[in-house]
């Protein structure tokens, strides 16, 4: 059986790489897909066949993504797009603490960055975080100091922060991560890159208003992570909180009705339309 997935549907973890007609791309196959709007971090500061190595080999880059290009292009979508910080550890966080303020949330990635969840760059960073009230996105590898394990103990030193673990875990059938952050209310988990069991697990032993739709696009088509969810036969009302609701509570504080066109916040968040 496959579960009903319309109505409208917030994308928590989608890039941009700073290049010609990226933005017109992504609103075009969000639009194909029935994507109402979306999280965005910097892509491209990474070349793909290095990051694979990096996550097999280990290694890492100092290079900074272009957060500048990712609030240009969700200051001309008319406020579909919502912008993550993707920071970059190797920098002092007065990078971040200076430009919070201009975006909804962090991302950090040892993946990219190779710096451990558990270095006091990264406690800086998430303090940074903390204070400017933003969700803190996590890509987690099998590596030391930046697994699972190590996500939910940097949780446990900021109780009063909200984690996103990224991609389901680490590779697609990591119900070790579930079972993990099961015990931690602070950490939520988006979809990503699992297997459709793990995504099951997820809201069985989390649920449905832990759990949160990404799509990791332009890397995986939306279209191949909706199809995940066709196959769960979840309530309804399941859906809505993974597709819409959780995202507008931890970026505004609501379940904002789609068809609600509130009046914008400081970055206009998500009116849909």
């Known amino acids: 059986m496959s579960s009903d997935v319309t109505g409208p549907v917030f994308d928590f973890h989608a890039r941009l790489a700073p290049a010609p007609g990226a933005l017109e791309r992504l609103l075009d196959v969000h639009d194909r897909c029935g994507i109402t709007a979306a999280a965005v971090s910097a892509g491209g500061c990474i070349d793909l066949s290095r990051l694979s190595r990096q996550l097999v080999h280990g290694g890492h880059v100092t290079t900074d993504p272009d957060n500048d290009a990712v609030l240009r292009a969700c200051d001309s979508s008319a406020d579909r797009l919502l912008p993550f910080y993707f920071a970059n550890p190797h920098r002092d966080p007065a990078y971040y603490r200076q430009r919070a303020a201009e975006f909804v949330g962090m991302e950090i990635s040892p993946a990219v960055h190779g710096v451990p969840l558990d270095d006091p760059r990264t406690t800086a960073l998430t303090a940074v975080a903390e204070t400017a009230g933003h969700p803190v996105y996590v890509v987690c590898l099998a590596r030391p100091g930046c697994g699972v394990v190590d996500l939910v103990a940097l949780a446990g030193r900021f109780p009063a922060l909200t984690f996103v673990l990224g991609h389901s875990g680490i590779g697609n059938i990591d ?70 609701d959780n995202a507008n509570r931890l970026l505004k504080g609501d379940g904002d009705d789609p068809d609600h066109h509130a009046p914008p916040d400081a970055r206009g968040l998500v009116d849909a339309r």
Do not use: C
Request: without cysteine; aromatic residues 12%; hydrophobic residues 45%.
């Open 175 to 244: 119900y070790y991560a579930v079972d993990l952050v099961a015990p931690m209310a602070n950490i939520r988990l988006e979809t990503s890159g699992g297997y459709t069991s793990v995504v099951r697990a997820a809201v069985d032993r989390l649920g449905p208003d832990r759990v949160l739709f990404g799509s990791e696009y332009p890397l995986q088509h939306p279209d191949a992570e909706l199809a995940k969810f066709r196959t769960l036969d979840l309530p309804t009302a399941d859906w809505r909180l993974i597709a819409w």
